[in-house]
């Protein structure tokens, strides 16, 4: 099964709101964790990273926190934009035979209304 | 160029034939991956390759399914006796080492009939 999940599969916000779209994750080995950003018909673009050293990352207008305790990831959005409207990935490292690979949660579609 | 290149970005085969795909990572990336997306779906992953190692095949779905990464650069997907089941978008992706971020291609939009 999948080692990486997301809470909710949809999420609606208007538009200037902040946006939480969280993530929980199974593996506690896992040190380093992603978002992803899908629009339609494009392939996901990386938005931000933490590793496991950290438990807060800030970039321009996005934070990700990361809740070792509980295996838990989020994304934090402000002032949510219609361009924001997507479909969010977060990912997991995970060791394997070759090294490390990148699994992937299902993701969360976020809607942005004006 | 600047980003992973794959091709082709749309393929339409017949069921029963075979398929190839191409991913072009980003140059000096030791790793790369491949996945599938079918559609409203999450991404499925399918092999990694990481530098001289053996690759991780652990995610391809059967015998059908295999790839190739020759030089350690280019990449070769193929899919040999198509079903329609196969259908969706493959997804390639690189990175400069096997701690790093992702980046990904538009994908190849793979369709059976």
């Known amino acids: 099964g999948e080692s990486v999940g997301l809470h909710l599969p949809t999420l609606s916000v208007q538009e200037g709101d902040n946006s939480i779209i969280n993530c929980a994750y199974s593996?506690?080995?896992?040190?380093?964790f992603i978002w992803y950003k899908q629009e339609s018909g494009k392939g996901p673009q990386f938005i931000i990273d933490?590793?496991?050293?950290?438990d807060k990352r800030q970039g321009q207008r996005v934070t990700v926190l990361l809740n070792k305790t509980v295996k838990h990831l989020s994304l934090q959005i402000a002032a949510t934009q219609p361009g924001d409207s997507a479909v969010y990935f977060c990912?997991?490292?995970?060791?394997?035979?070759?090294?490390?690979?990148?699994?992937f949660g299902k993701g969360t579609t976020l809607s942005v209304s004006s | 160029g600047a980003g992973v290149s794959q091709s082709p970005s749309n393929k339409v085969t017949e069921k029963g034939k075979d398929v190839e795909l191409r991913c072009d990572p980003i140059?000096?990336?030791?790793?790369l991956y491949w996945y599938r997306q079918s559609l409203g779906q999450g991404l499925e992953f399918l092999i990694y390759?990481?530098?001289?190692?053996?690759?991780?095949k652990s995610g391809l779905p059967s015998d059908r399914f295999s790839a190739e990464r020759t030089g350690g650069s280019v990449s070769t997907l193929t899919i040999q006796r198509t079903q329609q089941e196969d259908s969706a978008v493959y997804l390639c992706?690189?990175?400069?080492?096997?701690?790093?971020?992702?980046?990904f291609g538009q994908g190849t939009r793979l369709t059976v009939v």
């Open positions: 933490i590793r496991s050293n950290m």
């Open positions: 593996n506690s080995a896992s040190d380093y």
């Open positions: 140059s000096g990336h030791t790793a």
């Open positions: 992706a690189s990175s400069f080492n096997e701690r790093g971020s992702a980046f």
């Open positions: 990912a997991e490292n995970i060791g394997t035979q070759a090294g490390t690979a990148l699994i």
């Open positions: 390759f990481q530098g001289n190692s053996a690759p991780d």
